[in-house]
């Protein structure tokens, strides 16, 4: 089996996807129409970055046996990490309690996407990947809205190219700025209130954090549209995609396993020119 690792500043996403000819096992598979492989089970754990390699190493040992997965059942590794710290400790997990050498995705790995920025090795490793995973499954142009600490713009043409993209403040930081820096108004639950006009300190709090951050989210969108001069089918995908989405004039479709995907989909491609080895 293929161990997908997605390492995001707030969330680390763990997907454990059967590779072609091999048997569904554990009792967590899971059928999803449209993947060419089949994805057994998936998780989303807290990035720590202070943890080390045995306390990494014991909670994946431990997700997996209440799986019914034994860590023995994985044969390839592939990272797309946007925090250098966790890298190394990832690396000796990999190491140590897979006895795989992990693929991370890094500059020189083949992605089968030419990328049109004035600097390629600064796109981070979780846009690329969810723009190609995009493309392959819907076409293009497209738009992904990624929706973490930070939300993340990337836009691909129909020719399959990344064009660029945008960076915006997280609802969660923004929030989080607000409630910091205002000494009267306390901590609510981010949610769509009944009316955008509140009638109270909580809910106006939150019709102008969450239809302001639609807000944000669409006039982003309404302007690369405009600039694309395209049609582009505009996918969601990360923890907050199903919260904001739903009031989105622009966004068609959620796709939370597209960062999962992206990774099975690297590592189909870099199969044959980079194969597992066994770490000793």
Same mark, same amino acid.
């Not at 142009?141 to 713009?153: K, N």
């Given at each position: 089996?293929?161990?997908?690792?997605?390492?995001?500043?707030?969330?680390?996403?763990?997907?454990?996807?059967?590779?072609?000819?091999?048997?569904?096992?554990?009792?967590?598979?899971?059928?999803?129409?449209?993947?060419?492989? +089949?994805?057994?089970?998936?998780?989303?754990?807290?990035?720590?970055?202070?943890?080390?390699?045995?306390?990494?190493?014991?909670?994946?040992?431990?997700?997996?046996?209440?799986?019914?997965?034994?860590?023995?059942?994985?044969?390839?590794?592939?990272?797309?990490?946007?925090?250098?710290?966790?890298?190394?400790?990832?690396?000796?997990?990999?190491?140590?309690?897979?006895?795989?050498?992990?693929?991370?995705?890094?500059?020189?790995?083949?992605?089968?996407?030419?990328?049109?920025?004035?600097?390629?090795?600064?796109?981070?490793?979780?846009?690329?990947?969810?723009?190609?995973?995009?493309? +392959?499954?819907?076409?293009?142009?497209?738009?992904?809205?990624?929706?973490?600490?930070?939300?993340?713009?990337?836009?691909?043409?129909?020719?399959?190219?990344?064009?660029?993209?945008?960076?915006?403040?997280?609802?969660?930081?923004?929030?989080?700025?607000?409630?910091?820096?205002?000494?009267?108004?306390?901590?609510?639950?981010?949610?769509?209130?009944?009316?955008?006009?509140?009638?109270?300190?909580?809910?106006?709090?939150?019709?102008?954090?969450?239809?302001?951050?639609?807000?944000?989210?669409?006039?982003?969108? +309404?302007?690369?549209?405009?600039?694309?001069?395209?049609?582009?089918?505009?996918?969601?995908?990360?923890?907050?995609?199903?919260?904001?989405?739903?009031?989105?004039?622009?966004?068609?479709?959620?796709?939370?396993?597209?960062?999962?995907?992206?990774?099975?989909?690297?590592? +189909?491609?870099?199969?044959?020119?980079?194969?597992?080895?066994?770490?000793?």
């Amino acid at each position: 089996m293929l161990l997908a690792l997605d390492v995001g500043n707030t969330n680390t996403v763990l997907g454990l996807y059967r590779l072609d000819g091999e048997q569904a096992e554990g009792s967590a598979a899971l059928e999803r129409p449209g993947s060419e492989q +089949e994805l057994q089970a998936h998780w989303r754990v807290t990035t720590h970055r202070t943890q080390t390699s045995d306390e990494y190493g014991v909670l994946f040992v431990n997700l997996f046996n209440m799986h019914g997965i034994s860590v023995d059942q994985v044969t390839h590794i592939i990272i797309s990490s946007v925090v250098p710290p966790v890298e190394t400790t990832l690396r000796r997990v990999c190491e140590k309690y897979f006895h795989l050498q992990p693929l991370f995705v890094e500059p020189g790995i083949k992605t089968g996407m030419p990328v049109l920025v004035d600097n390629p090795t600064e796109l981070g490793a979780d846009r690329l990947v969810n723009a190609i995973a995009s493309y +392959e499954r819907y076409g293009g142009p497209c738009i992904v809205v990624d929706f973490g600490t930070a939300t993340t713009f990337d836009v691909i043409s129909a020719k399959g190219e990344y064009l660029g993209g945008a960076i915006a403040p997280g609802l969660g930081i923004s929030a989080d700025a607000l409630f910091a820096r205002a000494a009267r108004l306390g901590r609510v639950d981010i949610k769509r209130p009944a009316k955008v006009i509140g009638t109270n300190t909580v809910t106006h709090l939150q019709s102008g954090l969450y239809y302001g951050y639609i807000g944000l989210v669409d006039g982003i969108l +309404e302007r690369m549209i405009a600039e694309l001069g395209a049609q582009p089918r505009v996918i969601a995908t990360g923890g907050l995609a199903r919260q904001i989405s739903e009031d989105s004039r622009y966004i068609a479709q959620i796709d939370d396993m597209l960062t999962l995907d992206g990774l099975r989909i690297l590592f +189909e491609r870099n199969r044959t020119t980079r194969p597992r080895s066994r770490a000793h």
